[in-house]
């Protein structure tokens, strides 16, 4: 089996590989203060609980975003699980041609992302994933990685939000029963999630008119299903493509 971590600035996601399967996941919030051996023993609490034992992982994938999480990961795993994690980075193959000007600077989920795309549906698409910040990665028939484009994640727009004015209160992201909120709580949530679905339509149809007609839509993320129900322009929901595209690039390098 193949364990695969994902280190994001929110969330910290997880999955468990049997072969091309990915059997479980898990999403964690992210603690930059814990040190290897709390990750390390969570990690075998996680296991345990699928009833697994760190004997099972024969091998680990590494992507991140924090950098000072991510030595604290590799010593976790390979302490605790007895396997020392390939770190996705641009010493890596990983099967993706980045066509940007600095391509170091693209992040490691999202060259994982684009190497599930790649394998699994082909280009041309856009991927648009609902994280921290909402990515849209533009990836063409070719296979090449193209760039894309970097909004604000809607979770920090709201508090942003909350933050910046003297009356609006903290909102539950859930969909208010119409456009037109009756209340701040549904006036602030209409404006949050359907601002957000407006976002994701206007970005989406300009990057069809550069990739053509043909480009699929992927979404993924933790707030990707969201936003799916409320448009029709997310063909595909994804919402472990990080973690099938980290196994696909573990593969890779055996």
Not at 11 to 29: F, M, S, Y
Not at 211 to 237: F, H, N, P
Request: hydrophobic fraction near 45%.
């Amino acid at each position: 089996m193949l364990l695969t971590i994902d280190i994001g600035n929110t969330n910290i996601t997880l999955g468990v590989h049997r072969d091309k399967e990915l059997v479980t996941a898990w999403r964690l919030a992210t603690d930059h203060e814990r040190m290897p051996d709390e990750y390390g023993l969570q990690l075998l609490g996680l296991l345990q609980h699928e009833g697994l034992q760190s004997s099972d992982i024969k091998g680990a994938a590494l992507a991140s975003v924090v950098p000072p999480l991510t030595g604290v990961f590799f010593d976790a795993c390979t302490n605790y699980i007895g396997q020392q994690p390939l770190v996705i980075d641009p010493g890596v193959k990983t099967g993706v041609r980045i066509r940007i000007e600095d391509p170091k600077s693209v992040g490691a989920d999202r060259v994982a992302d684009a190497a599930a795309v790649l394998n699994l549906y082909g280009g041309p698409a856009c991927v648009v994933d609902f994280g921290t910040a909402t990515t849209f990665d533009a990836i063409s028939a070719e296979g090449d990685y193209l760039g894309g484009a970097i909004a604000p994640g809607i979770t920090i727009s709201a508090e942003a939000l909350t933050q910046r004015t003297a009356k609006l209160p903290r909102v539950d992201l859930v969909r208010p029963p119409s456009i037109i909120g009756r209340s701040t709580v549904q006036a602030m949530q209409s404006g949050l999630i359907f601002g957000y679905v407006g976002l994701v339509e206007g970005i989406v149809a300009r990057m069809r008119k550069e990739l053509g007609k043909q480009m699929k839509v992927i979404g993924t993320g933790g707030l990707s299903s969201l936003i799916a129900r409320e448009t029709d322009v997310i063909e595909i929901l994804a919402p472990w493509l990080t973690l099938e595209g980290m196994r696909i690039i573990w593969e890779m390098n055996q």
